[in-house]
T-cell receptor, first 114, second 113 residues
Framework: DQQVKQNSPSLSVQEGRISILNCDYTNSMFDYFLWYKKYPAEGPTFLISISSIKDKNEDGRFTVFLNKSAKHLSLHIVPSQPGDSAVYFCAARDLNFGNEKLTFGTGTRLTIIP | DSGVTQTPKHLITATGQRVTLRCSPRSGDLSVYWYQQSLDQGLQFLIQYYNGEERAKGNILERFSAQQFPDLHSELNLSSLELGDSALYFC????????????FGPGTRLTVT
């Protein structure tokens, strides 16, 4: 049962353009969402998060949008840079059970083309 | 550098053996989490410890166990290893319980032959 889905395994974007990574979830009890970025041979690095009470959070070139009614979130990167090439994981947390485990999607490999 | 350290980086062992993976959390972090990433899979949550106590369990096999010591480092023990246990094992830490971001270590790549 894949509760967090990233349906695009890969995405290629020209340098300087906008990258949009998408994530869908099925568990309506998720109340906190995070994006992680992963380079080869490294652990995931926290990028940005959003609480379910918000619909947008921005941090520099990164913006996360949350559409609760559609159970969908997206990560926008503007402008895209070569160093953004990595695998991006969407993750969600359900705090209602009193634990902080993260449920991860399978990742989207983003390639920025110079 | 996240501040989370994991040893060893790579581990190659045979089926039926037992191994121990070690994790040191960021300074001051009380929660430690273990995740498994198999080929082409997302990260699967295994177990969480908070200040020495088990706090949450995920899809952790009975052959696997973990503990968190008084100095807050954690160990993940994998026994009776099978080929399917080959994976990347990540440790993460966070400041406590609640909506804190988790910071990941570089992982241990386990290969079972």
């Amino acid at each position: 049962d894949q509760q967090v889905k990233q349906n695009s395994p890969s995405l290629s974007v020209q340098e300087g353009r906008i990258s949009i990574l998408n994530c869908d979830y099925t568990n309506s009890m998720f109340d906190y969402f995070l994006w992680y970025k992963k380079y080869p041979a490294e652990g995931p690095t926290f990028l940005i998060s959003i609480s379910s009470i918000k619909d947008k959070n921005e941090d520099g070139r990164f913006t996360v949008f949350l559409n609760k009614s559609a159970k969908h979130l997206s990560l926008h990167i503007v402008p895209s840079q070569p160093g953004d090439s990595a695998v991006y994981f969407c993750a969600a947390r359900d705090l209602n059970f009193g634990n902080e485990k993260l449920t991860f999607g399978t990742g989207t490999r983003l390639t920025i083309i110079p | 550098d996240s501040g989370v350290t994991q040893t060893p980086k790579h581990l190659i062992t045979a089926t039926g053996q037992r191994v121990t993976l070690r994790c040191s959390p960021r300074s001051g972090d009380l929660s430690v989490y273990w995740y498994q990433q198999s080929l082409d899979q997302g990260l699967q949550f295994l177990i969480q410890y908070y200040n020495g106590e088990e706090r949450a369990k995920g899809n952790i096999l009975e052959r696997f166990s973990a503990q968190q010591f008084p100095d807050l480092h954690s160990e993940l023990n994998l026994s009776s290893l099978e080929l399917g246990d080959s994976a990347l094992y990540f440790c993460a830490s966070s400041a406590g319980t609640g909506p804190y971001e988790q910071y990941f270590g570089p992982g241990t790549r386990l290969t079972v032959t």
